[in-house]
């Protein structure tokens, strides 16, 4: 079986592994560029995984459906499983995963969730698929982690920023030990760049709540390589990276982290999305270098 998928186009080379179903590489041909943060542990393992059911983490790890207490990880059940390929091509390739009775044991619905991935020259587009295969509503949020190299074009940490596509007046939420906390700071006044220096994610990471932007790209100012992330609107948004930023993620979210004051309560969670039995909910985010 095969652990990794590679997509190719005139631009880039594309390697997706089975596990999580989540990006590892993307190469730009011409120039040998690596985009994607490598996984080095001394750092984070990860690279782009995919958040579901939860995002982040729960307060005390655990929250309560139908008056039963449950446990679960930070980031929820799909970003370490094995996904099954069920389509590949040269330039595109979808993974499955379903629920189990291990699955149950931590999040109690029934489910498929698909992940497909098309590459179209210099721009790969990822649409989720998210089936609820039960019988009741289930409740859910999903979410995309993916983190690029720094500095991924020349120059040094302090030459790149943060650009978002529309003017922004927004405060940022801050984030301790998987949670949300109540204390928020300005980060935006009617601007559109976050400039990036090694101190910027001492505090943890950065959370907004419905920025208007639908893109987000990250930029420098020595050369016009870029790479910009394309949602159709999150009503969340997290940029992380480790102190010294030897990657920088630009994370679009359909849910949120628990507050530290929650009440644990799964249906009443922050951000916490819905959908009847039967139904099925998409979104997609697409990753282009310019």
Known sequence: MATSVTLTS??????????????????????????????????WSGAAPILFPIIGGLKSGHYTFNGKEYSMPSHGLVRKAEWALINSGSTTASFETVSSAETREMYPFD????????????????????????SGTMFFSIGSHPAFNMPFAGGHIEHYY????????????FFGAGLTLNKTAPVFDNSRQIFITRKLFEQAAIILKNPASKEVSIRNS?????????????PFLGLWGPPGVQFACIEPWYGVPDNEATDGEFTTKEGIMSLAANDTYETTYRIEII
């Open 10 to 43: 005139p631009s880039l080379s594309v390697r997706i592994a089975q596990t999580g179903a989540e990006i590892k590489s993307i190469q730009e041909k011409s120039t040998g560029i690596e985009y994607m943060w490598q996984s080095d542990p001394a750092y």
């Open 111 to 134: 489910y498929v969730l698909r992940a497909h991935f098309s590459l179209c020259d210099n721009c790969l587009a990822v649409r989720y698929e998210v089936r609820n295969t039960g």
């Open 162 to 173: 943060y650009h978002f596509s529309e003017s922004e007046t927004i405060e940022r939420n």
């Open 222 to 234: 020595r050369n016009s390589k870029q790479i910009k992330v394309i949602t159709d609107g999150m």
